[in-house]
Every structure is written in C-alpha cells, then in structure tokens.
C-alpha cells in the first residue's frame, strides 16, 4: 500500500534521501557552536529541565541567565565576558547527568560548573568535578553529604543540607501540631536524609516517630501511602516528596479530608509547589530557604523587580539558589584574581556573599573546611491567599538564622582533603 | 569478491575506531563520547547475538548489563581495587545469573519470552532501588572509581587519560567482537541461524534447540555484562536505571536502528543514538521527541537498519 502511494505521486528514493538530508542537519548543525571564542568564561549548567523537577530546574536557570546579565554588564569574570552553557541534565537519570557534567568539562572547557537539583545527581555530579578538579557549586541539591560525608574541596553548595531545615522547622513543628509523626518520603538521597535529620530533631524535641513510607521518584497515586498514614493515627504526617510529586500527594491528602483529621506538615516546602495546588491545599507548617517578600531588607524588591521584568513572575528560592551561584562563581574568581580552581576554592573559605546577592537580613557565607552556606531559613504557613498579592502563598512566623540551626563542622561528618 | 568487500570493510571499521578521538574532537566530540559509543556498540551488539542471529527477543538485557556494572563497582568498591578484577567479578556475576535464568525460560518463545524477560529485569532493579545499604538505592554507587592498570612493565592510568581508558576498552571490544565473530562462524554459529531461519527443520535435523538457545543467551549476557563493567567504569558511578526496562528498550532501539541482520550493525546503531542524544539534547529538552520520531522513521522505512540501506545500495 504504502510501496503505491510513493510511486505514484513521490519516488519513494527522494522521501528517503530528504528525510536522509533532514536527519544529518539534525546532527550537523551543533557542530558549528563549538567554534566559541576562547576568551570567554565559561559557566556549564547541568540540570534537569525535563521530568519531575523541570520547573525548580528552570527557576534556578532564570537565576542563573539573570546573573550572567548582570555580571556581563558589570565587566564580566576578570574583565572576560561569560558565557553561560546549559545542558538537560534529566530529574533522575545519574548516567545522562554524569555524561553531561564530562561534556561540559572535556569538550567546552568550563571554568564553572553549576548543578544539580536532584540530591542524587549532584553527589553523582560531584564526583566527576573533584575527578577534573573544576570549581563546582550545588544551587539546589540537599542531601547532606554532599558537604558533609562525601564533601570535595572543589564543591560548594548554596541551599541548605537537610538537617538544618530540620533543625530550623522542628521546633514549630512541635509547638503548634504536635508529638506523634508519621513519615511520606521520597525514596533517594533527599528524603533519606531530611527524614533522618527531621527524626534526629523530632526525638531531641520529645517527639515520636509513628510510622513511615518511601515513595519512588515519580510517584502519581499516593492513595494507599494515605490510608496507610491515617491508620497510624499520628498527629501529623510530615511530607517530605518534592516537585510534583509534592503536588499530588498534597491534592489527594486534601481530596480525601485527611487536613480535616489530622494535621498535614513537612520539612522544606517550595513556592513551584504551593503556585501548583489549589487554594485549599496550601496549609501547613514547612521552612522556605528564601521567600521574595522581605520587606525592609535591601536589594530584595530589585531583586524581584529584575525577575519579575524578565519572566513576569516573582523569584523563589530555585531563581534566588541559580542567582547566588553563579554570582559565587564571579566571587571566587576576582577574590582569588584567578581562574585556578583550587586558589578560587581556598581563598573562598569562609566567604562573605554581599548583601546585594545574599539578598536576606543576615550575612551569608561558606563555611570554612565545608563550603557550605549558611543563610537565614523562613519558618511559617502556607496560605491560600496572602496580604502581599497572588503570589504571597506563604506566611512568614520566623526567620531563623542558619548558624543556629546548623550542625557543627565536627557533625557534618566532612573531611576535606587538598590536592597537593 | 564480496570477501574482499568485508575485508576492506572490516579494515575501515577498525581503522575508524581506532584514530576516534582524534577525528572526533575535530567534529566537535569529546574522548568520552567515543568510550560510550564503544559500550553501548558492544551491548547491542551482545544483545544482536541473540536477537539477529538467534532469532530470539530479548527485552531485559539490561538486567545482564546493570549486575555486570554493580559487580565492577562493588568489587572496586568493597573488594579489592584492581580493574582486571572487577570486569571479572562483574562478567561472572551477570553471566551466572542469565545461566539460572536463561535455563529457567529457555522454553518459551517469541513476545512470552521478551515479556519474561522484562519481568525478570525488573526484578533485579527493585532489588537494586532498594537494597539501599549494599547498592546505595536510588542515589547509586558513589565513592569509587576506577583503578589504573599495572601491567607489572608499565602503568595504564585509565583514571586520569581518558585517551588511554579509550584504547583499554576498544582492546576489550575487539577481543569481545572477534570471539562473537568466531563463533557466528563455527558450526555452533550455522545452527544458531538455522533454528533464526525455521526453528521446527532444525528440531527435526536433531539440533537440541533450547540447549543452543540457552548457549546464545549465555554468550550473549556475558558480553552485555561485560559491556555493563565498562559502563559503570566509564562513569566511576552506577545506579539502578542501569538495570531499567528501558536501557533494555535502549539496546533493541540500537540493535534495530543499525541493522540486526549484519554483524556490524548494531555498532552503527549505537554511534547514530549516542551522538544524536548528545547533541540534540544540548539543543532542546525535547529531545526525546527527536530520537523516537528518528526511530520512527527507520522502522517504517528502513525495516532492516540503517546498514540494511547501505548493503541495499551497494547490490543495486
């Protein structure tokens, strides 16, 4: 049949050689980018744009293109222009992420690279960058031990570990739902280590842990996790699935009236998440690592003015987490006046980020002999509606500043070892 | 003359294989790449064994692939650091389980098998997700990586040359290439095309049909495990979607997209899907849309590959 119809109106050859044709342009034309000029600074994202974390991926790439805009304007890396590289690192494929971060290093020469999300990916991540002994900043990936156990000299991380979003929500937690948790958690280095730091927190508090469930990555129906859940009789379920996964759990918990019996409350909550459910199932009590609406504290309405500008939308911690690593990577070089990424990396320890990137009421910096972070937390509520407009879905009690609520350099567990 | 003509060809693929990562740097590839292609090509290729030249369809190689790589790593890891070591680990392990295994479904035939052994493959991956304390669950393997190579005169550092970890692998790929080659070549290799071609005359003839079947799942998941060693040694990591359904579906795509009735083939498969994957997800996240619509294409028009087209061609 098919053998007709080509014959008749179109010589079968001439589909196959154009469909031939339209292949190879397919995969001759990126040949033609690699001709870059040499004297740029190059910064590689590798991060998710596809799957279960596209939105919070493309968040921190909005921070990230708005930083290079920036720092371009303002004379770029050492008086070179910046050239940011991005490339789909996938929510959870580790061997796409890896593929990618060689990319980056072997073949476009990165001076900087930026990623990843996914806890996973970013320890996977991690790995390769101390292996090529390139300068590395997490914007967003959690889990601990990526500046605790397994911590490089090379690798700095700008959101916080999950323990001290634990140790930041716990107390509130306790206070105002109660003693008796049961788990929902994601089933990958996050969720194993934000439920470990919450039940560290929760038992030092007087609490008790009831009961618990890991969810694969991805998860669509959490029907039987709830009822499982409201059978243990717990006070709260604490809610620990990210992206939209987060979603999904959130609406069918409210769908089924477990708000109704039983309080629901989680860890580290994002304003992606609470902008996907609807009004009624933005509630409970969680930690924001950065919230927009900070009135008094400098730079911080440029800061949403500047986003808003560019995406008609206010920033959340994803855009505020892309803005201050890639700014980072600005810092460290002209602070060390060079591009070598272990000069950058020492004379990065203990660094103070300006008030005009830190963008919060309290100084952040990295913490000497971890790289790690250390930034005010915003403690409060979700809400349906809030006084500061459509985008204000949450309700701030307290802002916890990060040094207290940390662990000490000992308990992270990091050793870090210099190259010689 | 046409034994001449797969002799030029022959001398032209290796030629090309070996002077990679010099030409592919010039179009805009890296070293790594090329290890990649090598990996996946000696996958499908395993994989082609027994689905070009057996005739049977396997759709949980993957499984094969992922405990070769969890073998490599875990003995890196656990063990002992010794590569050699590790890609012998790695081979056993994965080759022990396809024997139990392949002897347990060797009588089925056609989608029954192909859905067993995608059954079986996800057996080993939720062992895989979420033994979390042995195979670090979701998160992978971390915290290892691969060991240069004493050969007692000198020292191969595969860890920090990416060029020499290149020429360790096509070594490893040539000998596993030429011992598949010899062997589609020996009488043991005719009766394997000759139970593809009408499995019933071959019974008749006297061939014990499941015995050499289960001879080519074996064979074939010793080089798909091998391949999986080399995989988790390419990327220092290895985490359960190495032993997914769908890097199972990735190495029939390959397979078919090559051309599975030729030796060499699934090798031409694999360098079009990981270049295209490389470089169409640089430019748009849809880039899986790319590569089916691709896969799409070859399917309808070129049933037989896309070296189906170049044989086709050259006998015009």
Known sequence: MTEEIFSKKLDRRTVIKTAALAGAAQIASPFVITARAADVVKIGL????????????????IGCQLAVEQINAKGGILGRKVDLLVEDSTS?????????????????????????????????????????GVFHVVPGGHTDAVTGATCHWNVFRVCNPTQTEANAVTPSLIKNMGKKWYYITPDYAFGHTLQAGLEKACAKAGGTKVGGDLTPLGTTDFSSYLIKAQAAKPDVIIMLPQGDDMINLMKQAVQFGLDKKIHLAGGQQELEALEGLPPEARIGTWVFEWYWNQPGVAHVADFVAAIKKKTGRVPTARTWFGFAATWSCKLAAE??????????????????????IALMPDTAFYREGQNQLIPNLWVGNAQGKGSAGPDDLFHVTQVVKGADVSETLQETGCKMTWPA | METLNRQTANIIVWLLLLAMPFWIKALGGYTE?????????????????????????????????????????????????????????????GTIAAAIIGWLIVN????YFAMVTIAFGQVFYFITFRW??????????????????DLGFTRIDILHNPTAFYYVVLAIFAVAVGIMAFLLRSPFGRTLLAIRENERRARFLGIPVERHIWLSFLISCLFVSLAGGLYALLN????????????????????????????????????IFVVLQDYVSSMTENWMSFLG????????????????ILRRKSLS
């Open chain 2, 132 to 149: 979390n304390n042995v195979t670090g669950g979701d998160d992978g393997l971390t915290g290892w990586s691969r060991v240069p190579i």
């Open chain 1, 92 to 132: 959870g494929d580790a061997g796409t992420a890896v593929q990618k971060a060689r990319k980056l290093i072997d073949r476009d020469k990165v001076n900087f690279l930026l990623g990843n999300v996914n806890s996973a990916l970013a320890l996977a991540m991690a790995q390769v960058s101390n292996e090529k």
């Open chain 1, 335 to 356: 602070n060390a006046k060079s591009l070598e990424a272990v000069k950058m990396a020492k004379a990065f320890q203990g660094f103070k980020l300006p008030p005009e």
């Open chain 1, 46 to 61: 590798d991060n998710p744009l596809t799957g279960t974390f596209a939105a919070v991926g493309k968040n921190e790439l």
């Open chain 2, 236 to 271: 220092n990591f290895v985490d359960p979607r190495a032993l997914r359904w769908d890097m199972s579906g990735n190495f029939v795509i390959i397979a078919v997209l090559g051309g599975m009735r030729s030796f060499w083939g699934p090798m031409i498969g694999a360098a």
């Open chain 2, 108 to 111: 089925l035939r056609g989608v």
């Open chain 2, 293 to 308: 619509l691709f896969f799409v294409l070859i399917v309808l028009f070129f049933p037989r590959g896309v070296l189906g």
């Open chain 2, 33 to 93: 790449l090329c290890t990649q292609v090598l990996v996946y090509a000696l996958a499908a290729m395993a994989l082609n064994f027994l689905l070009g030249f057996t005739g049977v369809l396997s759709f949980g190689h993957a499984a094969y692939f992922g405990l070769g790589a969890y073998g490599v790593a875990m003995t890196i890891k656990y063990l002992v650091a010794s590569t050699p070591l590790a890609l012998l680990v790695g081979i056993v392990v």
